[in-house]
Antibody, heavy 119, light 108 residues
């Protein structure tokens, strides 16, 4: 059974960089059939796609966040990572890592991790 | 960018009711539309992909229809465990997905 697990600090100071890692177990991140991505959800609000990465390293970002986002993959560790720079309180959210099928549909999600931006 | 809207934003229903949620895209997305269920404190769960295909393990009371810009999620007979928030998501501009704002289904 595929599992995804987010890890990283739960508290980040304003203007600093949010860094999260997703560890994939029970399957290979090098599969050509999927994208791997990050989705966030501010408290009490809806879902926002942040970006995705293919095992080859090709990346795709939400245009509204593109200038601040970097997603990378480490196939040797079966992990992919998110960096979001210059964070503000508006970036406070539950961050999910997820597996997205090539033709659409996010079929596996991590449990989510709450990241709070506060001094 | 493709924008997604959902209606209603919330609804109240009783166990056994037939429930319909609508999702509309700002441009044609063919059948690249997915539906998710999210319960409080949990990650979303994929219910329907490609507009009308039932994800493995999802009860058959859930169904999806539509193409182009207008889509529908139907729950044929609402069960107690179905009270949740439902989101549509377009995957036409793959993999730059967009989610709808959500529809909360609660108990009447």
């Amino acid at each position: 059974q595929l599992q995804l697990q987010e890890s990283g600090p739960g508290l980040v100071k304003p203007s600093e960089t949010l860094s999260l890692t997703c560890t994939v177990s029970g399957g290979s991140i090098s599969s050509s059939s999927y994208y791997w991505g990050w989705i966030r959800q501010p408290p009490g609000k809806g879902l926002e796609w942040i970006g995705s990465i293919y095992y080859s390293g090709s990346t795709y970002y939400n245009p509204s966040l593109k200038s601040r986002v970097t997603i990378s993959v480490d196939t040797s560790k079966n992990q992919f990572s998110l960096k979001l720079s210059s964070v503000t309180a508006a970036d406070t959210a539950v961050y999910y890592c997820a597996r997205r099928r090539l033709l659409g549909g996010v079929d596996y999600w991590g449990q989510g991790t709450l990241v709070t931006v506060s001094s | 960018d493709i924008q997604m809207t959902q209606s209603p934003s919330s609804l109240s229903a009783s166990v056994g009711d037939r429930v319909t949620i609508t999702c509309r895209a700002s441009q044609s997305i063919s059948s690249y539309l997915n539906w998710y269920q999210q319960k409080p404190g949990k990650a979303p769960k994929l219910l329907i992909y490609a507009a009308s295909s039932l994800q493995s393990g999802v009860p058959s009371r859930f169904s999806g229809s539509g193409s182009g810009t207008d889509f529908t999620l139907t729950i044929s007979s609402l069960q107690p465990e179905d009270f949740a928030t439902y989101y549509c998501q377009q995957s036409y501009s793959t993999p730059q997905d967009t989610f709808g704002p959500g529809t909360k289904v609660d108990i009447k």
